[in-house]
């Protein structure tokens, strides 16, 4: 089995990421394209850290078991099969799932801290950013928060101030101008969704010992 393709999808809370990677998903035949979030990495609450004011601080490197995470991406480029059990975000109503991943010939990796690893941002062969204006971004994450992980909105406004703002400017606002597309998510993300899609179906056509020819 040749070497798979490896996307590293960033961006900050709020950019679009979860939608953009959904309705890329669907454009390719099942086995085509494998996702790995690194939403499923988050350590127990116990052992996340606290702010002043004693709020967890989801919203930090240390947060994630980049340890795990990255070696399951690793499981993945060699060929074999990763379980996972997926992460709840504290919410009581939602029953976790067992999640697997197979190998694919790409491979796409999400999540706010994946070009801040450095084990895990030297498996990219292409590194795109999602970005979006700030009060656009709030919004989304209060929609998600409040309905997908049962957060109160004062909560959602306090960590989205202390804790995802202050985050994305010192880990992953930095990281863009080293992305090789930047798809800009304020009206809508047609046109990079396009650009990559194309990407993507031209490189399971030609495989990958001619990407690796062209990249030489």
């Known amino acids: 089995m040749s070497k798979p393709l490896i996307i590293g999808i960033t961006g900050g809370s709020g950019s679009g990421k979860t939608t953009f990677i959904r309705r890329l998903k669907e454009r390719f035949a099942p086995g ?24 967890h601080n989801f919203d930090l490197p240390q947060s994630i ?5 990255a070696a399951d991406v690793q499981r993945l480029i060699d060929g074999r099969t990763v379980s996972r059990q997926e992460y709840t975000f504290n919410n009581a109503a939602a029953q976790p799932k067992t999640l ?6 790409i491979i796409l990796v999400e999540g706010i801290f994946i070009f801040h690893f450095p084990a895990i941002r030297r498996l990219f062969d292409v590194r795109v950013f999602l970005h979006a204006k700030e009060n656009l971004k709030v919004i989304r994450r209060i929609k998600r928060d409040q309905i997908e992980r ?3 909105l004062e909560d959602v406004l306090y960590r989205y101030e202390h ?6 400017e010192r880990y992953i606002k930095p990281y863009m101008d080293e ?14 969704l396009e650009v990559l899609t194309g990407y993507l179906q031209h490189y399971l056509q030609v495989g990958r010992e001619k990407f690796d020819h062209d990249d030489a």
């Open 32 to 55: 085509q394209l494998c996702v790995i979030s690194q939403d499923d990495y988050y350590r127990p609450r116990e052992e996340q850290s606290q702010d002043e004011k004693g709020v």
């Open 65 to 69: 078991d980049d340890t795990a995470f």
């Open 100 to 105: 697997t991943f197979s190998p694919a010939p």
């Open 150 to 152: 049962n957060y109160p």
């Open 163 to 168: 804790h995802v703002l202050p985050t994305f």
């Open 179 to 192: 992305a090789d597309i930047i798809v800009n998510n304020n009206l809508q993300f047609d046109r990079g």
